[in-house]
């Protein structure tokens, strides 16, 4: 695994439950899609007021016409390679309603035989932000 984390990132502020899984969740994909041999790298950083968590795995490319889909409930990418372990197609699609959640984003990237994915949330929580944490998520 390659970690990249720039020296001075500031502490973020949110729901730490929220954060938790979203990365639980995209690590658990990119040791599931990952060919053997091949690299999993986990970078952050701060632009601006917002941090950028990039988690990527190479060796293996998502298709363009499947990139615009990959999010979608039960979705699951097609021609399974023998190191997948399987999955319910909903992880993806749960990071994606818990960053817009934490009030950020997600998108997804493959090309030249690497797929990532970014999460951008803001470094501080709003107030209402605060108030959102505290309620439950509906998935």
């Keep these: ?3 990249s984390f720039v020296p001075d990132l500031p502490a973020i502020v949110s729901d730490s439950n929220c954060l938790g899984r979203i990365l639980t ?3 658990n994909n990119a040791c599931k899609y990952t060919p053997p ?4 790298g ?7 007021n917002r941090v950028h968590i990039r988690v990527s795995n190479s060796g293996v490319e998502i298709a363009p016409e499947e990139l615009s889909r990959i999010f979608g409930k039960f979705y ?3 021609g399974g390679a023998p190191w997948n372990q399987g999955g319910t197609g909903l992880g ?3 990071v994606q309603r818990l960053a817009v959640h934490l009030q950020g984003s997600i998108r997804a990237e493959s090309n030249l035989g690497q797929t990532g994915f970014t999460v951008e949330l803001p470094l501080v929580a709003e107030s209402e932000q605060e108030q959102k944490a505290d309620q ?4």
């Excluded at 041999?37 to 999993?40: H, N, P, R």
């Excluded at 986990?42 to 601006?48: C, E, R, S, T, Y």
């Design 92 to 94: 993806l699609s749960l």
């Design 42 to 48: 986990l970078a952050a950083q701060a632009i601006g």
């Design 136 to 139: 439950p998520l509906e998935i």
């Design 25 to 27: 969740e995209l690590l």
């Design 37 to 40: 041999g091949e690299e999993i």
């Design 1 to 3: 695994m390659r970690l």
């Design 76 to 78: 699951r990418v097609s």
